[in-house]
């Protein structure tokens, strides 16, 4: 069915929480996972004319986004490896989150993406945005998408 599963990750409680959902569903297919970070590109902080002078270097920042998304790998990479889930992983770096996962989903060959949701409808997805629903509209392949359930 599928065989290889994109996870995108950000940090948060939802995206652990979807990924640990997303790791037992590639355990039940026996498939393999790619879990991705999608970092904001580096910008320069200018006013006016004006660098301040102790501003990170772009090769700084991305270094410091790298750490970040390993941090952020980590505890999917050790709950794969204890359940036998070949896993790959990469932090990429675009101002269009939706695209760049969809754009790496093709990289590796995957054919599902597994995302979570915060599930807002309406007037708070039109405000906030929604990269799972951005994905959605985009996306050639299926995707899966994982709700927290609020109790």
């Not at 995206?15 to 039940?28: C, E, R, T, V």
């Not at 270097?57 to 390993?70: I, K, N, S, W």
């Not at 101002?95 to 996962?101: C, F, L, R, Y």
């Not at 979570?116 to 039109?126: A, K, Q, T, V, Y």
Request: aromatic content about 8%; some cysteine; hydrophobic content about 40%.
């Amino acid at each position: 069915m599928y065989n290889k599963i994109l996870l995108p990750v950000d940090g948060s409680a939802l995206s652990l929480s979807s990924a640990n959902a997303g790791l037992k569903l590639a355990q039940q297919l026996k498939a393999s996972i790619v879990i991705a970070f999608i970092a904001p590109t580096f910008q320069y902080p200018v006013y006016g004319e004006f660098i301040p002078p102790a501003t990170q270097t772009e090769e700084e920042y991305q270094a410091a986004m790298r750490a970040l998304g390993d941090n952020y790998f980590q505890p999917i990479k050790e709950s794969a490896n204890m359940m036998n889930i070949a896993t790959q992983s990469e932090t990429k770096f675009s101002d269009s989150t939706a695209k760049e996962i969809v754009h790496i989903a093709g990289q590796y060959g995957c054919d599902l993406i597994f995302m979570g949701s915060h599930g807002r409808s309406g007037l708070g997805n039109f405000l906030l945005g929604s990269v799972t629903t951005k994905v959605l509209s985009i996306c050639q392949i299926p995707v899966l998408v994982h709700r927290i359930k609020h109790s």
